[in-house]
T-cell receptor, first 112, second 114 residues
Framework: LAKTTQPISMDSYEGQEVNITCSHN???????ITWYQQFPSQGPRFIIQ???TKVTNEVASLFIPADRKSSTLSLPRVSLSDTAVYYC?????????????FGTGTRLTVIP | DAGVTQSPTHLIKTRGQQVTLRCSPK?????VSWYQQALGQGPQFIFQ???????QRGNFPDRFSGHQFPNYSSELNVNALLLGDSALYLC?????????????FGDGTRLSIL
């Protein structure tokens, strides 16, 4: 089970770029790295997923170094609505959801 | 394209009662997982259903049971409710055997035990 380590909380001003790093030293060959966003009283929302190098979509970028032992979620120009908890998960869904460990996530607070 | 839907959204029960929560997966998905999320904590895996069978189980007692129907929808049953069962119960769906497809979550059922 590839557990992850993230900062418990982060603060950022509106308009800034935010980078949240996740450590996953025990990542396995077939594991993917997935990030979710969760607002209070809502389910986690898929943000981005990657296996290696860099992945970018309309809301975020994910940077994965060659050794894959860590990953960085980058949120460009955050707004107040980006205040949420962000979870990094590592695993291969084909082997089952019990291999995807949420942890406590990173609570991002965006300040006006 | 409907996402994952859960019902009811909120539920209040008393200790010792039984509860059934329901989940319809995202269109095209065949696998359903259930999670319990206590206040301030990350979701904890309860179990996963595929082809109408429980395939994996987390560290939860037998009071927690489930079912998956032929249309891939699922139910979570909890018997002999305890105060500690108060939580947000989340359902997630995915497509089996496809490693690069992430799980999609519903907005959960908020269960309060009095």
């Amino acid at each position: 089970l590839a557990k992850t380590t993230q900062p418990i909380s982060m603060d950022s001003y509106e308009g800034q770029e935010v980078n949240i790093t996740c450590s996953h030293n025990n990542i396995a060959t077939n594991d993917y790295i997935t990030w979710y966003q969760q607002f209070p009283s809502q389910g986690p929302r898929f943000i981005i997923q990657g296996y290696k190098t860099k992945v970018t979509n309309e809301v975020a970028s994910l940077f994965i170094p060659a050794d894959r032992k860590s990953s960085t979620l980058s949120l460009p120009r955050v707004s107040l609505s980006d205040t949420a908890v962000y979870y990094c998960l590592v695993g291969d869904i084909r082997t089952g959801a019990n291999n995807l460990f949420f942890g406590t996530g990173t609570r991002l607070t965006v300040i006006p | 394209d409907a996402g994952v839907t859960q019902s009811p959204t909120h539920l209040i029960k008393t200790r010792g009662q039984q509860v059934t929560l329901r989940c319809s997966p995202k269109s095209g998905h065949d696998t359903v997982s259930w999670y319990q999320q206590a206040l301030g904590q990350g979701p904890q895996f309860i179990f996963q259903y595929y082809e109408e069978e429980e395939r994996q189980r987390g560290n939860f007692p037998d009071r927690f049971s489930g079912h998956q129907f032929p249309n891939y929808s699922s139910e979570l049953n909890v018997n002999a409710l305890l105060l500690g069962d108060s939580a947000l119960y989340l359902c997630a769906s995915s497509l089996a055997q496809v490693s690069n497809q992430p799980q999609h979550f519903g907005d959960g059922t908020r269960l309060s035990i009095l």
